[in-house]
């Protein structure tokens, strides 16, 4: 058996890795997203905007699906997750944010109004503009926004951090609770992690077979299913990196504090937003 790895932050560092005290607030309305994959006998964490589609598929469970229903957490049970860069995946949520607030505010009799996304009544601001904007109302309003009324769009701006806090969901009883999530698989280098974590788990023909033809694959399948071949393309309205301001990288890095602190994200490492997945 190879020799085992470290966790990839340290778990008992709880100051560090808890969220934002605006993503503090809890309740029936938290993201679920708990996957137990049997094959690793581990349980997933789902982090909106960090692969969670690609492992969606990969492990064939559904979205914000909660398997503490039929399967109670132990004791010994270990987690894991898919972190990514925290500013990469900042901007990936707003479009995402967008999208989704954009479709709802329309419906006459919508549960999601137009001031919870100021963003969407500017058509004149640049993307820059707009996501600064958005940063701003998640900043006072955090978890309290992030519902299925607006289809879980600024879910998709929360910090990574809040998604593997294991009290962000109500808890019908202490034995429902799960497991801290003590290894966190990089999004940028995902299938060499993710093999080499499930050869650690004993499923490592599971993974190979599951990934035959690559992430990479996998990933392009996912899309066209979701899409139908028809989505339009984040690149043509994305925030252009390179020509962002100081005063949007400092809001961004003030509010993913926790993120940049808790999964070994450099601030001054330029993001690697443009790498796809190895093939």
């Not at 479709?103 to 500017?122: A, E, G, V």
């Not at 707009?130 to 998640?138: D, E, N, P, Q, V």
């Not at 801290?180 to 004993?202: D, Q, S, Y």
């Not at 999964?263 to 490492?269: G, K, M, T, V």
Request: glycine share 6%; net charge positive; charged share 25%.
């Amino acid at each position: 058996m190879p020799a085992r790895r470290p966790p990839l932050w340290n778990p008992h560092h709880v100051d560090v890795c808890t969220p934002a005290q605006v993503e503090a607030p809890t309740g029936k309305d938290a993201y679920a997203g708990y996957h137990w994959i049997e094959p690793l006998k581990a349980w997933l964490y789902e982090i909106p905007k960090s692969g969670s589609s690609t492992l969606v598929q990969l492990f064939r469970t559904r979205h914000r699906v909660d398997d503490r229903r039929r399967r109670r957490p132990e004791p010994d049970d270990i987690a894991f997750a898919v972190v990514r860069d925290p500013l990469c995946r900042a901007i990936s949520g707003f479009l995402e944010a967008y999208k989704r607030a954009a479709f709802r505010t329309n419906w006459s009799s919508s549960r999601c109004p137009f001031r919870r996304f100021p963003y969407l009544l500017d058509n004149q601001s640049s993307a820059e503009v707009r996501l600064g904007l958005a940063l701003r109302t998640l900043a006072t309003q955090g978890a309290r926004l992030a519902g299925p009324a607006c289809g879980y769009a600024y879910s998709h701006m929360l910090s990574q951090t809040y998604f593997i806090w294991p009290n962000r969901s109500n808890l019908w009883s202490e034995k429902g609770r799960m497991p801290r999530a003590t290894r966190l698989l990089k999004l940028e280098n995902l299938e060499n992690e993710l093999l080499a974590f499930c050869e650690e788990r004993g499923a490592a023909d599971f993974c190979r077979a599951r990934l035959r033809g690559g992430l990479k694959q996998l990933n392009k399948q996912n899309s066209a299913m979701r899409c139908g071949g028809r989505c339009v393309s984040h690149e043509s309205r994305d925030v252009v990196l390179h020509e962002m301001s100081r005063a949007t990288r400092h809001a961004l890095h003030q509010y993913y504090a926790a993120d940049y602190s808790c999964l070994n994200y450099s601030r001054h490492a330029p993001p690697a937003c443009h790498v796809k997945f190895t093939s």
